[in-house]
């Protein structure tokens, strides 16, 4: 059989994908075919270029046309924020797989939504999943791993952050990522929902609540011309940002242990940094999405002298999806997890299983989300994030 995909949208996460979908047949031994059927976009030279691009055998503007298509089995979202719910109800209605791109929606009402379609989808043997793929890094299976087998003891604290500086420069045009009702929320949603869900990958702890404060820096910018070349609001002069630019929040997990986040378009410097650190009463983990392919551990039950974070090469064959590409010390990249996200999807589909992480997932990083923002709405204070009295799982 073959898995006809359509891919809707084709921006950055669109490219990602489409690296995804054409590597993942050619580099593991997936139990059905992949067909890159269609890419869809509003803008039809565009879609036409992207689709010639990422060699997809055809390109339409209609989303809904294609997602009625029967010779389409798997849709994957990657449009804004304020388009997954739409599109996803429709595809889980006509049958079709689904992959949606973080975060899973702008709301947790629209969420919720997603949820309870993609489980009454699950009962007519329809799979969706949510793409967090940093998951799909071999070294943070690898560190969900260590911390499951005990090996650093107790979690007692989390440190996580993501930062980046692509809007230091005010003169950045006023793209979607920066209004609300394209993208929901600014910072929070785009890259602190990674962090929210890696520690509770990692831990295997829900984030039960939360106290935070964000932050707008540069509060208005210049509408982008017609020829600019990021999607968003295209004009002449200066429009509002309307999200924010910087979160900061503590979170309490399920055991009681505080994890610290930071999420930020604003870290000088720092183009995609991304930092997740895990104490616990026997060690630490320390992983660093700009060192991908290591893990530091700290094992406090070592000798004196060789005592120190030393760095875990994850490369052996051991490690998931590693025995596919390399031989040992060749490094993975970037680019890797939306492979690795292509070819589980593609398994659940074919096995009839959930794929992880499910949708009811995706919604707990959007309870925590929208409780961060309550909670820098009423200063600061602590705010539940519902996730002991929702467990759909
Ligand atoms: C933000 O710039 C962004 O593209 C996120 O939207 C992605 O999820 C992340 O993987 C890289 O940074």
């Known amino acids: 059989m073959t898995l006809r995909v359509a891919l809707i949208g084709h921006g950055f996460m669109g490219a990602a994908h489409s690296v995804g979908w054409r590597q993942a ?12 059927a269609v890419i869809v976009g509003r803008n039809g ?35 804004p924020g304020d388009s997954h719910a739409e599109i996803t109800l429709a595809a889980l209605a006509a049958g079709k797989h689904v992959l949606c791109e973080k975060p899973l929606a702008n709301s947790v009402d629209e969420a919720e939504r997603m949820a309870e379609a993609a489980r009454e989808a699950a009962g007519r043997g329809v799979v969706a999943t949510v793409g967090f793929t940093y998951r799909r890094v071999p070294a943070v ?10 090996r650093i003891g107790t979690v007692q604290q989390v440190r ?11 003169e950045m045009p006023l793209a979607w990522r920066l209004q609300k009702e394209h993208a929901g929320s600014g910072a929070l949603g785009d890259i602190g929902a990674h962090i929210i869900d890696m520690t509770q990958f990692v831990t295997g702890q829900r984030i039960e609540s939360v106290s935070g404060v964000v932050d707008t820096i540069v509060k208005r910018r210049p509408l982008q011309g017609s020829g600019s070349g990021l999607s968003g609001t295209a004009g002449e002069g200066f429009g509002d940002v309307t999200v ?19 999420a930020t378009r604003f870290a000088t410097g720092r183009k995609n940094s991304l930092t997740l650190e895990i104490s616990g009463d026997k060690g630490a983990l320390a992983f660093d999405l700009e060192q991908l392919n290591s893990l530091r551990y700290y094992d406090r039950g070592a000798d004196a002298e060789v005592q120190g974070f ?14 596919a590409w390399w031989p040992a010390g060749h490094m993975l990249g970037y680019e890797h997890g939306f492979v ?51 467990e759909e799982e």
């Open 310 to 323: 030393t760095d875990i090469l994850v490369t052996e064959p051991v490690h998931p999806y590693v025995s």
């Open 141 to 150: 299976t690898l560190l969900r791993d260590l911390i499951a087998a005990g």
């Open 160 to 170: 996580a952050a993501y930062r980046q500086d692509w809007l230091v420069d005010p």
């Open 45 to 79: 030279p565009a879609v036409t270029s992207a689709a010639a691009k990422w060699g997809w055998a055809e390109a339409a503007t209609d989303w809904r046309e294609v997602v009625a298509r029967d010779d389409i089995d798997i849709v994957d979202i990657v449009t």
């Open 244 to 262: 924010d630019d910087v979160a900061l929040f503590a979170g309490r997990l399920e055991s009681g242990a505080l994890a610290s986040f930071e």
């Open 340 to 390: 690795h996200q292509a070819k589980d999807f593609v398994e659940a589909v074919v096995a009839g299983v959930a794929a992880h992480p499910t949708f009811d997932e995706g919604l707990a990083v959007q309870r925590v989300l929208d409780a961060v923002e309550t909670s820098a709405a009423e200063d600061s204070r602590w705010v539940r994030t519902g996730a002991a009295a929702h």
């Open 25 to 36: 047949p050619a580099v593991f031994d997936l139990p059905d075919d992949v067909e890159m």
